[in-house]
């Protein structure tokens, strides 16, 4: 079964830190471009990041560039998200995101794989 | 950026009914639109891509329809599970961004 699983959201403080990490399984890892795309509550759906399957090429929303970085260790099929320098709009659940299919950056079809999410508070 | 707008906001249909629901963007996206259903404290679920493209396993009462920039997404007969929030999104070009939400509810 293809799955992605987040994990490392929780409470932390304005101009603080936090790691997210997505472990994939079910699927050739490094053939597919992953993203990050955040619901902030009660909102709608925020892309934030992708990185293609080789892990050489990024692309950032202007909202997080700067402040957050993207990476991948297909070694481990795992995908991670490294937010610094946190505002209260930051606060959202996380989600990672498969591209449906293979096609290399900046092409990109649709999520067709989504993690359960992993909720991040920024707050004081 | 390209802006999606979708209408309407809130949909108020009954079960067997059919929803229409729309998505326009502030410039052309050719065919790369795409739909997703969201269910309250769940994941977003791909429906439609490339417009018109079921994705797997999505029944065949969802259809997409459109180009450039006005879109359609068409559930020809409600079920009792299709009461969610739907986006689009277009995939053209970098940042991808997502229409605000369409929210189908019972009427």
């Known amino acids: 079964e293809v799955q992605l699983l987040e994990s490392g959201g929780g409470l932390v403080q304005p101009g603080g830190s936090l790691r997210l990490s997505c472990v994939a399984s079910?699927?050739?890892?490094?053939?597919?471009?992953l993203s990050w795309v955040r619901q902030a509550p009660g909102k709608g759906l925020e892309w934030v990041s992708v990185?293609?399957?080789?892990?050489?090429?990024?692309y950032y929303a202007d909202s997080v560039k700067g402040r957050f970085t993207i990476s991948r260790d297909n070694s481990k099929n795992t995908l991670y998200l490294e937010m610094n320098r946190l505002r209260v709009e930051d606060t959202a659940v996380y989600y990672c995101?498969?591209?449906?299919?293979?096609?290399?950056?900046?092409?990109?079809?649709?999520?067709?794989?989504w993690g359960q999410g992993t909720m991040v508070t920024v707050s004081s | 950026e390209i802006v999606l707008t979708q209408s309407p906001a809130i949909l108020s249909l009954s079960p067997g009914e059919r929803a229409t629901l729309s998505c326009r963007a502030s410039?052309?996206?050719?065919?790369?639109l795409v739909w997703y259903q969201q269910k309250p404290g769940q994941a977003p679920r791909l429906l439609i891509y490339?417009?018109?493209n079921r994705a797997t396993g999505i029944p065949a009462r969802f259809s997409g329809s459109g180009s450039g920039t006005d879109f359609t997404l068409t559930i020809s007969s409600l079920e009792p599970e299709d009461f969610a929030v739907y986006y689009c999104?277009?995939?053209?070009?970098?940042?991808?961004?997502f229409g605000q939400g369409t929210r189908v509810e019972i009427k």
């Open positions: 995101a498969k591209d449906l299919t293979q096609w290399e950056l900046p092409h990109t079809t649709a999520f067709d794989i």
């Open positions: 079910g699927f050739t890892f490094s053939g597919y471009a």
């Open positions: 990185i293609s399957g080789s892990g050489g090429t990024t």
């Open positions: 410039q052309s996206v050719s065919s790369y």
């Open positions: 490339d417009a018109s």
């Open positions: 999104q277009q995939c053209s070009s970098w940042p991808i961004t």
